[in-house]
């Protein structure tokens, strides 16, 4: 059974709390734009994990109507939450349960080797002319995709499911491997493995309408003319990896709910990590880890309040940490800004990833479930 669920909305009785994640669809439509601009691929918005933490079913909306033609996710279940949602643009979904491979026939799935196949071709699909599949080659990822020795056999077994009406191909893809850089020189040579494999399907009487590889940052770098699209994720949001102008859409702020006046010598949270070296004003912030607050990131990490920048003290907790507010008259109530897109002074996503040491990605996705997501348009 599928559990389609989204992440709670603001709670019964509308109260939303201290926190929450504001997601400017704006910014969406606008990112979206810039790369139907900058390439010639259609666009897939890639909405995968709750779309990246900003919420599957607003982001998608918002990326069709700037234009985007196909819909990405990772699992099954999230292709079924944006059909549940009224979404009716094609959705691929590339990790799904064989088993559970009849709830999806109205989703496009990606298909890696003939036993995959098989299972897919056997199962009833509400399109007469079978499973809608779009074949994975692996040009180099390692991770799925069809090894290219297996790829004629794979290409040859699904001409001939075709021709039986169990499936139709209609995507041949792949994924690159270093996609988040610059450098395309690997990327290239994926693009030709890629063109090689097409040409081979073809050979194998195959016509697909859509052939993908490149992600966001791919997108730009790699010149693929002969591709019909480019599924972008990260890109959407505004992490912007190579500076073309993509706006942060999703900005997390917080309220401070405490203030209090400590002593030089007296140790603030946990385990007393920090050590007040002279009296100094401190403001309780009502967000932790289990919200997305990055642990790790203490020592480094600081927010904005009264236009300025507060350092982070103490270890960041479950639900709350404690910043240094010195000789400021910060009040109970005071808005305080996580991340957003840095043009006040606060941080951004990318500000808090460095603190992590790790990637914005993870820290839009890691951005937990008590979090409200509520949207504007800018
Ligand atoms: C996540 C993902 C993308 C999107 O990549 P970005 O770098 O976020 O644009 C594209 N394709 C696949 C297979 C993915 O898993």
Redesign the pocket.
């Known amino acids: 059974m599928y559990l389609v669920q989204s992440r709670p909305r603001p709670v019964p009785g509308g109260i939303t709390g201290l926190s929450e994640a504001v997601v400017d669809l704006s910014a969406v439509r606008d990112n979206v734009r810039t790369f139907r601009r900058r390439v010639a691929q259609d666009v897939?918005a890639?909405v995968?994990a709750d779309a990246?933490g900003h919420g599957a079913v607003p982001v998608a909306r918002a990326a069709v109507e700037a234009g985007a033609t196909w819909l990405?996710v990772?699992h099954a279940a999230e292709a079924l939450q944006l059909r549940a949602a009224g979404l009716r643009a094609p959705i691929l979904a590339?990790l799904y349960d064989p088993a559970e491979l009849m709830l999806l026939s109205d989703i496009d799935v990606s298909v890696s080797t003939v036993a995959e196949l098989q299972r897919v071709a056997r199962t009833p699909s509400v399109h007469s002319a079978g499973f809608w599949v779009h074949l994975k080659l692996d040009t180099g990822l390692h991770r799925a995709g069809s090894a290219p020795d297996q790829w004629i056999e794979l290409t040859r077994t699904a001409a001939h499911y075709e021709a039986l009406g169990a499936v139709t191909v209609r995507g041949i893809w792949s994924?690159l491997s270093h996609?988040?850089s610059a450098d395309a020189m690997q990327s290239t040579r994926q693009l030709q493995l890629l063109r090689t494999g097409v040409g081979l399907a073809h050979r194998a009487g195959l016509r697909p309408s859509v052939v993908h590889l490149a992600?966001?940052?791919?997108?730009v770098t790699l010149d693929a003319q002969d591709t019909d699209l480019v599924?972008?994720?990260?890109?959407?949001y505004g992490?912007d990896?190579l500076g073309i102008g993509l706006r942060p859409a999703m900005r997390l702020v917080s309220k401070v709910t405490q203030v209090r006046r400590i002593r030089a010598g007296e140790g603030v949270s946990y385990g007393h990590d920090f050590v007040a070296e002279r009296d100094t004003t401190v403001a309780l912030v009502p967000i932790g880890y289990a919200d997305g607050v990055p642990r790790v990131a203490v020592r480094r990490a600081s927010v904005l309040c009264r236009g300025v920048r507060m350092p982070v003290i103490g270890r960041i907790a479950m639900d709350q940490f404690v910043v240094d507010a010195r000789d400021l008259a910060v009040e109970p109530g005071e808005p305080v800004t996580l991340f957003g897109d840095g043009s006040a002074g606060e941080p951004t996503a990318q500000d808090w990833a460095d603190w992590a040491g790790t990637i914005p990605?993870e820290i839009y996705c890691g951005i937990g479930s008590r979090v409200p997501r509520r949207y504007e348009e800018k």
């Open positions: 897939m890639v995968k990246f990405g990772a590339w994924h996609g988040d992600n966001s940052a791919g997108a599924r972008i994720g990260a890109g959407l992490i990896e990605h």
